[in-house]
């Protein structure tokens, strides 16, 4: 289950504050550039679009990254 | 593998396509058909590095591939690749070195739509290193026959829905434990810089410190090692340039040195899994580790100006794969 683009978990990725394991080379580069752009524009407006970009890569891509996705919603899963 | 031109010329009558790496002049005496082709008169061959102007370097698309799509990209369309690409399958992309769209892409690929989305391999194309600045790097679009030293020339190819293509690097460098250096703006040339978050000049940090403008600059993108590596250093105007460019926002080390590339080669290379679809090394790589006649496992490939695995790599190999959906 791929949470909504609005997943407050999203926005944890982009800014560092919730880590995704090294993974496979596209998604490492990703999380790197988007946390990169955030860096540079830490606006909502940015969040909200690179938020869209994470979204958009495991809702196209998340069957091939299964452990990265639990590893995203572990914290949930314990809350 | 290297194929002699009638041998490349048999394939594309029998209606294969196929990616292409050698002399212009030989791949000029090619037909019309699905391929796209680079100049580069360096490969990695079965036996071994070779420096080869006889011989064309074949890499065949998959027969089950499900479809090729061949296009020429002018810089301005550059941007529209991902979303050109298919939603099942891969791209091979090549430029050709000093190229506007070479240092577009290397530039604004992280700004692209549907970047990092869909996978694109591909290389630089260039020319024997003692003919750097009297000969043009071409690339050619096998459909219209046309080449171009300006455009680049991509190759769509769209896979059934039980293949899933996956790109890998093997970087033998890692980062070294000395200073951290950042950038105020992005691009192929850099005079001032922080260090440590200090302000400071790059070319008289490296030429004062003695750090071997050999090994690249190293950066940690969530556990992916990227290379950019140091074209010339120009002391005196204070100036650095790159074969890639470096990034505002990212924090770079000079690569700890490599004293035997080819046993770190053979230790980063991953065991097992299927063999690589395509895979090319760097010339810088081949240069100055002495690869001529040297194996690198059973990776074969042109050696090349620029590595692509979604955005432009230094000193990478990269490779292509293909694994069964699961």
Redesign the interface.
């Known amino acids: 289950m791929i949470p909504p683009v609005t997943h407050p978990i999203w926005a944890q990725v982009i800014t560092g504050s919730r880590e995704?394991?090294?993974?496979?080379?596209?998604?490492?580069?990703?999380?790197?550039?988007v946390r990169?752009?955030y860096?540079?524009n830490p606006s909502a407006a940015c969040l909200r679009r690179l938020a869209a970009r994470m979204h958009?890569?495991f809702t196209?891509?998340g069957?091939?990254y299964q452990a990265e996705l639990e590893h995203i919603l572990e914290r949930d899963t314990h809350a | 593998m290297l194929s002699s031109v009638a041998d490349v010329q048999d394939q594309l009558a029998a209606g294969k396509s196929l990616l292409l790496a050698g002399e212009e002049s030989l791949l000029r005496q090619l037909p019309k058909g699905n391929w796209i082709g680079g100049t580069i008169p360096y490969f990695m061959d079965k036996t071994g590095g070779i420096h080869s102007e006889s011989h064309i370097f074949v890499t065949e698309v998959p027969a089950y591939a499900s479809a090729v799509d061949v296009r020429e990209y002018t810089t301005a369309a550059l941007p529209s690749i991902c979303q050109d690409a298919p939603e099942n399958g891969f791209s091979v992309l090549i430029m050709p070195a000093g190229s506007p769209v070479h240092i577009a892409y290397a530039q604004d690929f992280?700004k692209y739509a549907d970047?990092?989305?869909k996978?694109v391999v591909g290389w630089i194309s260039g020319v024997n290193v003692a003919e750097i600045g009297k000969r043009q790097p071409k690339v050619f679009a096998g459909v219209s026959g046309q080449d171009s030293a300006q455009n680049a020339v991509v190759m769509h190819v769209t896979l059934p829905r039980h293949k899933?293509a996956?790109?890998?690097?093997v970087n033998v460098f890692q980062q070294g434990p000395g200073d951290t250096i950042s950038f105020k703006g992005s691009g192929f040339t850099a005079s001032e810089c922080r260090i440590n978050g200090k302000p400071a000049n790059l070319a008289r940090y490296i030429t004062g410190s003695h750090v071997d403008s050999r090994l690249p600059l190293t950066?940690?993108?969530?556990?992916?090692i990227?290379n950019v590596s140091v074209q010339s250093i120009d002391e005196k105007a204070g100036l650095v340039k790159f074969y890639a460019p470096v990034?505002?926002?990212?924090e770079y080390r000079f690569a700890r040195p490599v004293l035997d590339y080819l046993a770190a080669f053979n230790s980063a290379l991953p065991a097992g899994g299927p063999p690589a679809v395509f895979s090319c090394n760097c010339i810088l790589n081949y240069l100055y580790a002495g690869l001529e006649g040297k194996r690198t496992g059973d990776l074969t490939g042109p050696i090349t100006f620029g590595e692509i695995?979604?955005?432009l790599l230094n000193q990478t190999l990269v490779r292509l794969l293909i694994r069964d959906a699961?």
């Not at chain 1, 995704?20 to 550039?33: D, E, H, T």
């Not at chain 2, 996956?166 to 690097?169: K, N």
Request: hydrophobic share 45%; net charge neutral; glycine share 6%.
């Open positions: 995704i394991p090294p993974s496979k080379v596209g998604l490492n580069m990703l999380i790197a550039n990169r752009d860096k540079l958009e890569f196209n891509y069957a091939h | 992280p970047a990092y989305l996978p899933r996956e790109i890998d690097i950066a940690n993108y969530n556990g992916s990227v990034f505002a926002g990212v695995a979604h955005q699961a």
